[in-house]
């Protein structure tokens, strides 16, 4: 199996992404992807050349900033090698005119300190705020997830506060929100805020029983009709909604915030 | 102020994060980044090709992969359109010796179904054995994160669920554990799992602060001496431990995957 290093003087998430996107289009080719993030002194670009220079023909990307390192690699691995940065910064150069200020780090760390801190508040809130437990402070939140239970909620709640900084409640619509067919009370302020989590029935069903093997909760006849109650809800409160059926915890925060929270009828926008 | 676009078909997370990287190099130059993912049908390309074309010299990242949108934008734009996939394919396809077969959204979606469902496995295990809430199953642990309140726990504990597919407890060290010197009873059987988090007394009074207002809580003596204790008590069980003082949670889950669980004496290592 092909080996594939992932260089970086930093946490390297940035040069993991675009290398294993790149990759994804080579669906039929086995690799085995090695991150070595926070490569900041010489000795250990050493060793990790070593470690290149045993493998048989690996595909080293990098993000490295340090022109040594990269000379090095560029002798030993030749077309083999993807510089991310140098790559690209040549042209922002020339488009910019300005220099570039080669700087380790400056993506993912702290540097925008103001935003952090937003992110750390909004993960605090979306904790709290987690399966309807606490439902004081809604008029805080910028986004309130309503589905049935295990529909993707918690995920997609803190995956939105980590990443986006947004406040992000969740809550769950149990029997008794679904026989009413009205929005529950903690709920009914806020329309605005709302967005509605659908699932296939099928599927989540297959959620419940890995979740607990038995009972009325994971029966696939109490699936269905909690599903169809939540989307008929949906429908009548005209509370946007999204299938996660099929994709992930991104794609669902993805659409949330490129789709519904870019409309001009709600409130906030994301934050990054 | 220069606008940005960062194009995608999909959620466009990996090229968001290629042009934040690039144009971090760049401190002084002030930019919008405007993120347009789900690009998926000509009507939406030719809407943001509209955007685009109204804007003064924008810079334009996509990781488009229909050639009918990324000739017409290559057309618009000239070099500043920054085509990572069109860059980087050819070569790939050259060095692996086959066609690439774009796909959309390969990356970010659940394809990879196994590993997805084990990050929301983790998830689900991080948020119940949050903040020392349950003890149990500390087995099934792949790590357990200690230190004093507002060390930086939770974030970084959800951060390795949501992308490590790690299961990772997390355990708040008290004056009652900080005062007996001695590992809290719940801990003591797993110190192969344990990593300690620490951050400067000033710093956790900061952020206490701004938790609390006022109380011993947040009283700089109470911090100075929890830190105080909290390392001694890591450095007499030999458990490894990091400042959380100036990094994100990003930079605190990269440290903790790649240079503590990578060691041998560790158990798991990360699953992506």
């Given at each position: 199996m092909r080996k594939v290093f992932v260089l970086s003087d930093h946490t390297g998430l940035t040069a993991d992404a675009m290398a294993r996107a790149l990759l994804?289009?080579?669906?039929g080719e086995e690799h085995e992807i090695v991150r070595h993030p926070f490569l900041d002194s010489p000795e250990k670009v050493e060793a990790v050349v070593e470690a290149i220079s045993r493998e048989e023909a690996p595909l080293v990307f990098s993000s490295l900033v340090d022109p040594e390192a990269r000379k090095r690699l560029q002798a030993l691995c030749?077309?083999?090698?993807?510089d991310f940065f140098q790559d690209y910064t040549p042209r922002l150069e020339r488009l910019l005119g300005v220099k570039a200020?080669?700087?380790?780090?400056?993506?993912?760390?702290?540097?925008?300190h103001g935003l952090y801190q937003e992110r750390i508040r909004a993960l605090d809130y979306s904790m709290i705020h987690d399966d309807g437990a606490v439902t004081r402070?809604?008029?805080?939140?910028d986004v309130i997830l309503v589905g049935?239970?295990?529909?993707?909620?918690t995920p997609t709640c803190l995956y939105l506060a980590l990443h986006y900084g947004l406040q992000t409640a969740n809550y769950p619509l149990v029997d008794d929100d679904l026989e009413r067919n009205e929005l529950p009370a903690a709920l009914a302020p806020y329309r605005d805020k709302l967005v509605g989590l659908t699932i296939d029935p099928v599927q989540l069903q297959r959620i419940r029983i890995q979740r607990?093997?038995?009972?009325?909760?994971?029966?696939l006849e109490q699936c269905q009709w909690e599903v169809r109650q939540a989307e008929a809800l949906f429908r009548r409160h005209g509370i946007p909604v999204i299938?996660?059926?099929?994709?992930s915890i991104e794609e669902i925060a993805a659409h949330i915030t490129s789709e519904i929270l870019a409309q001009?009828?709600?409130?906030g926008g994301p934050a990054a």
């Open positions: 994804a289009q080579f669906p030749g077309e083999r090698f993807f200020r080669p700087v380790t780090g400056s993506l993912h760390g702290i540097a925008n402070n809604y008029e805080n939140a049935v239970s295990r529909s993707g909620k607990r093997s038995s009972g009325r909760y994971a029966a299938d996660t059926t099929a994709i001009p009828s709600r409130g």
